[in-house]
């Protein structure tokens, strides 16, 4: 039998992207604690599922969505505004308003740059940047009614790019600078969008990176492929320890969007475990030259 939510948020709707494992499981799964109806954004209906059957008080929906596909964007959110009342005023129709939006789905391309094929690049940057864009546009006309909240996931290398990570690096600078002119923008409408910076934490997302990475390698020239081989694979082993060692987890992440999504005066960034904080800070305090020096120690 399912509990009784908290009170005060039963009439907001929130729909969150990539909920089907990792960050947005959890935070699928802490916002429906904390009251609201969920709308778990995922691409398979078994996961779905998996996700509705874990929820706390049944408040969960499943929503069949490929945010690197315009027309499942466009049925997503055709079912949302179905489910969502129009404005505020509309309420009373028993429908909640669509209050907010979390902007995490998204893939990690890790391989030096010189051996990224153009299709891996356009791809990486699809799901991360055009799709959370196309799916913002889609959900902005009731987000704009309700007077709403965007959250966009993001990373600690959208502060600091690392070697090894510039495909990734591309989207997440990318998806800043759309949560920048996004915020500045729809400020006068009363809509307020934060940035959710994650660092080192172990993910799926991970687990995925590696047989990637092995994929661009075997198809890249092995005269250019020798060059990074070593340096790369060194890389590789040090970033998936650093992720699975990481004391940040994905409850830290989800709360700090459930922070961004109730807080009458939320932050424009969340920097969510000490690696994240410390790379902005290096980012803002050192010169280039200096913080070339200091990521070739980290990455030697």
Same mark, same amino acid.
């Given at each position: 039998?399912?509990?009784?939510?908290?009170?005060? $948020?039963?009439? @907001?709707?929130?729909?969150?992207?990539? *909920?089907?494992?990792?960050? %947005? &499981?959890?935070?699928? /799964? =802490? !916002?429906?604690?904390?009251?609201?109806?969920?709308?778990?954004?995922? $691409?398979?209906? @078994?996961?779905?599922?998996?996700?509705? *059957?874990?929820?706390?008080? %049944? &408040?969960?929906?499943? /929503? =069949? !969505?490929?945010?690197?596909?315009?027309?499942?964007?466009?049925?997503?959110?055709?079912?949302?505004?179905?489910?969502?009342?129009?404005?505020?005023?509309?309420?009373?129709?028993?429908?909640?308003? =669509?209050?907010?939006?979390?902007?995490?789905?998204?893939?990690?391309?890790?391989?030096?740059?010189?051996?990224?094929?153009?299709?891996?690049?356009?791809?990486?940057?699809?799901?991360?940047?055009?799709?959370?864009?196309?799916?913002?546009?889609?959900?902005?006309?009731?987000?704009?009614?309700?007077?709403?909240?965007?959250?966009?996931?993001?990373?600690?290398?959208?502060?600091?790019?690392?070697?090894?990570?510039?495909?990734?690096?591309?989207?997440?600078?990318?998806?800043?600078?759309?949560?920048?002119?996004?915020?500045?923008?729809?400020?006068?409408?009363?809509?307020?969008?934060?940035?959710?910076?994650?660092?080192?934490?172990?993910?799926?997302?991970?687990?995925?990176?590696?047989?990637?990475?092995?994929?661009?390698?075997?198809?890249?020239?092995?005269?250019?492929?020798?060059?990074?081989?070593?340096?790369?694979?060194?890389?590789?082993?040090?970033?998936?320890?650093?992720?699975?060692?990481?004391?940040?987890?994905?409850?830290?992440?989800?709360?700090?969007?459930?922070?961004?999504?109730?807080?009458?005066?939320?932050?424009?960034?969340?920097?969510?475990?000490?690696?994240?904080?410390?790379?902005?800070?290096?980012?803002?305090?050192?010169?280039?030259?200096?913080?070339?020096?200091?990521?070739?120690?980290?990455?030697?």
């Amino acid at each position: 039998m399912h509990s009784t939510p908290s009170p005060g $948020r039963r009439d @907001r709707a929130v729909v969150v992207t990539g *909920a089907s494992t990792g960050l %947005g &499981r959890e935070t699928a /799964l =802490l !916002l429906e604690r904390r009251g609201f109806l969920v709308h778990a954004g995922v $691409r398979d209906e @078994r996961d779905g599922e998996a996700v509705a *059957a874990a929820a706390a008080h %049944g &408040r969960v929906r499943p /929503l =069949l !969505l490929d945010i690197a596909s315009p027309e499942s964007i466009r049925e997503a959110a055709a079912q949302v505004q179905a489910e969502t009342a129009e404005s505020a005023d509309s309420g009373a129709s028993g429908r909640p308003v =669509l209050w907010g939006l979390v902007n995490n789905a998204g893939i990690c391309v890790s391989a030096p740059l010189e051996c990224v094929p153009a299709d891996e690049l356009r791809r990486q940057l699809d799901v991360n940047v055009i799709g959370s864009v196309e799916v913002t546009q889609a959900m902005l006309p009731r987000l704009r009614a309700a007077r709403g909240r965007v959250v966009n996931i993001t990373s600690g290398v959208g502060s600091l790019a690392f070697p090894y990570l510039g495909a990734y690096a591309c989207a997440q600078f990318a998806k800043e600078a759309f949560s920048d002119a996004l915020r500045r923008e729809l400020l006068p409408h009363g809509v307020r969008v934060s940035v959710v910076q994650p660092g080192a934490i172990a993910t799926p997302i991970w687990d995925k990176v590696d047989d990637g990475a092995a994929r661009i390698l075997q198809h890249t020239p092995a005269s250019v492929a020798d060059v990074y081989r070593a340096a790369f694979t060194r890389f590789a082993r040090a970033n998936a320890a650093t992720a699975h060692s990481s004391r940040t987890t994905p409850r830290q992440v989800a709360a700090a969007v459930a922070h961004a999504l109730s807080s009458d005066r939320p932050r424009i960034r969340y920097r969510v475990g000490r690696d994240a904080r410390t790379a902005a800070a290096l980012a803002r305090a050192l010169p280039a030259s200096a913080l070339d020096r200091v990521i070739a120690k980290l990455t030697a």
